[in-house]
């Protein structure tokens, strides 16, 4: 079992169990002294020589207690010491903390005892919360706002600075809780706020998040608020719309600007071909850096870079060789980013040994690589199973005054997942321990690493006790997470399983539905023969593809022409292929091959030649499949009680031409 420790637990115990050493009194002075006084007189002499303490670590180690000079913060308890004495032990123990700067006993002393009873002093809250997040501490500071006892009257810029620490710290659900928060104390948000939140926002990556869409929202909150913009938020406008799909709407902000006063500049342009090129449309980048030309703009190194890397995800890394030779005649001198990119294109075409020459022509260059360069190099060495290989780089970031992140580590384990998953993780448990020793605690990326091991490992139990063990350790699932388990219910042919999940997806705040998700539970429905729901859920597929400036889901649609196939309805098989052309999506080999198992089962000559046609428009190669046509002449003709024996005709000839088959699966029917 993989564990993960959190934080200290401090138990409160009774003052008349607290071994502290005691000054003695004389008989007299015992006698008519108050112990109560006697106390506070301690503490208020020993608070006086403050500076003398020479170790910054404030916890008594007999008791496990955060301490000031040897006073326990346990003989502080309402219940043994009167109420005023209490409050002014409270202030001034707290006090004491964050003068020495010990923000983590300070914290916890706050938040244990400053709130008990509604005995937290205000402005001692807003002191050690200021202390927090000048000193850059979210988590903190997040604990000390919860425990404010009015938090309603913190000014503004705490507000503004706790909501930059949020997203810096990738806390984007709770950034907007502090947004609401803002609002909720009577502040209206300015652009500056606005605009922070946006950027932030836009910055999380993860798959199916909602909050692209949310920073769109936001966006349009502002365009139409009294707020007068300049072209900084307008340039943040741009990128909302360009990262959230909305490109058209994108393109009519170089005209704003000029209509506003403002020139639209090269920064503009580039967040223009960004939003292009991320979803795959090099063609519509290309057109921007035209349109940049054309507004007597030059264009820079981030504007090249963000093209080549528009051609590598693009799988084009002949055009992303094209357009650095061409920049390099423009006068552009490639940069650590650029050699970067074109080492990723290469890893993700299995060409590490390309990949690590590139390396090499980037260090003569006079660069030196960074932490993206070493985790792509990385992952080209767990690409090939070298992990020797994967683990040397690793410490030769070191060596360059690096330190690895997540990203970095979650690569390392996928690729002792993919060896290991099997038999106990034993690498994968020594390296999350390495992880945590460097201060990563796991978070939900790391835990969709291991689940998308066990997914592929076909182990359901195993994804089943590693979710569950996500949960318990506090770490909320992603759209990444959601969908692993759909898939899971999906190969059990669980229906009610996925149904269970989408609905969790989908009121997740963390989380948002995406495409593959959608396409998974198209899958499902197909599989368990449910074709009108499937149907239902294609058109939703459909149009949330349209919606967000993605291609019409093959998947979706493949996995109802399957659906048909299995149960031999050739006419609506069919029908759902044709609309899939007409609404311009571009078939598979996978979607191409059910529709002929499925001419072969049902005797269809004529509508194989159709299929294969399709695929020679589509621009595959055609030539075996229409060899396999003429020799399955004879099949065609069958009676369907052979189906059996014509799936397996057909299956032995791809086999003999070299295409995919199952002819020596053991589960073939």
Not at 164 to 174: I, R, V
Not at 598 to 608: E, Q
Request: hydrophobic share 35%; with cysteine.
């Amino acid at each position: 079992m993989l564990t993960f420790n959190g934080g200290v637990c401090v138990s409160a115990k009774p003052l008349f169990l607290c071994k502290q050493r005691r000054r003695s009194l004389s008989g007299r002075k015992r006698r008519s002294v108050n112990v109560v006084a006697t106390r506070t007189s301690r503490l208020t002499s020993k608070a006086k020589r403050a500076p003398s303490i020479r170790s910054p670590n404030l916890r008594d180690p007999a008791n496990n207690s955060v301490a000031i000079n040897g006073t326990s913060a346990r003989e502080f308890d309402g219940d043994v010491v009167g109420g005023d004495v209490a409050r002014a032990s409270v202030k001034t123990t707290c006090s004491t903390l964050i003068q020495r700067r010990s923000w983590n006993e300070a914290t916890q002393y706050f938040v244990q005892y400053g709130g008990e009873g509604g005995e937290a002093d205000a402005t001692l809250g807003r002191e050690l919360l200021k202390g927090l997040c000048n000193e850059g501490l979210f988590q903190l500071a997040w604990k000390t706002f919860n425990a404010l006892p009015d938090r309603q009257s913190l000014p503004y810029s705490m507000y503004q600075k706790l909501i930059s620490l949020a997203l810096k710290a990738e806390s984007y659900s709770t950034a907007l809780k502090l947004f609401r928060g803002m609002r909720g104390a009577g502040y209206q948000p300015n652009k500056v706020t606005y605009c922070t939140l946006i950027s932030g926002l836009l910055k999380s990556r993860r798959r199916g998040s909602p909050h692209v869409q949310i920073a769109y929202d936001l966006w349009k909150e502002l365009e139409g608020s009294s707020e007068q913009l300049d072209a900084a938020a307008l340039r943040v406008g741009c990128n909302a719309c360009s990262a959230s799909g909305k490109l058209e709407e994108a393109w009519g902000f170089p005209v704003a600007m000029r209509r506003l006063g403002f020139r639209p500049d090269t920064r503009l342009y580039n967040i223009l071909m960004k939003g292009h090129c991320q979803r795959g449309n090099t063609e519509s980048g290309l057109k921007v850096l035209k349109a940049m030309k054309g507004a007597g703009l030059q264009p820079d190194r981030v504007t090249y870079n963000t093209l080549i890397y528009g051609f590598v995800m693009n799988g084009d890394l002949s055009r992303a060789q094209a357009c650095l030779g061409s920049a390099r005649r423009e006068g552009f001198t490639p940069d650590v980013r650029t050699y970067t990119s074109l080492m990723n294109g290469l890893v993700k075409e299995d060409n590490l040994r390309e990949a690590m020459a590139v390396f090499e022509e980037m260090k003569a260059a006079g660069w030196t690589p960074n932490l993206v360069t070493f985790g792509t190099l990385i992952d080209g060495h767990v690409r090939e199973n070298d992990m020797k290989g994967a683990r040397a780089l690793l410490e030769a970031i070191s060596s360059h005054n690096l330190r690895p992140n997540r990203i970095v580590y979650n690569t390392l384990l996928r690729g002792y997942c993919s060896t290991s998953i099997v038999n106990g993780l034993p690498e994968v448990v020594n390296l999350l321990k390495e992880m945590t020793s460097n201060g990563l605690s796991p978070r939900v990326d790391t835990y969709n690493t291991i689940l998308s091991s066990a997914l592929r490992s076909r182990d359901p139990k195993s994804v089943r006790q590693i979710f569950e063990h996500m949960l318990s350790s506090g770490v909320t699932p992603d759209a990444v997470t959601f969908t692993i388990l759909l898939k899971i219910y999906h190969k059990e042919g669980n229906l009610e399983g996925c149904e269970r999940i989408f609905r969790k997806m989908v009121e997740s705040p963390d989380s948002g539905v995406d495409i593959v998700a959608l396409n998974a539970l198209v899958a499902c429905h197909a599989l368990m023969g449910r074709m009108e729901d499937a149907e239902k859920l294609l058109d939703e597929a459909n149009d949330f593809a349209s919606d967000n400036g993605l291609p019409v889901p093959v998947e979706a649609f493949g996995s109802v022409i399957a659906g048909y196939a299995n149960v031999n309805d050739m006419e609506n098989a069919i029908k759902a292929f044709r609309r899939f052309y007409q609404l311009g999506g571009q078939p598979d080999v996978r979607m191409f091959e059910v529709l002929l198992k499925l001419c072969v089962r049902k005797g269809d000559r004529g509508v194989a030649r159709k299929v294969i046609r399709a695929m020679e428009f589509s621009g595959m190669d055609i030539a075996k499949y229409s060899v396999w046509l003429e020799k399955s002449r004879g099949s065609l003709h069958r009676s369907s009680e052979n189906q059996k024996d014509q799936n397996r005709d057909l299956e032995r000839f791809k086999f003999w031409v070299g295409l995919p088959n199952e002819y020596y699966n053991a589960d073939w029917p």
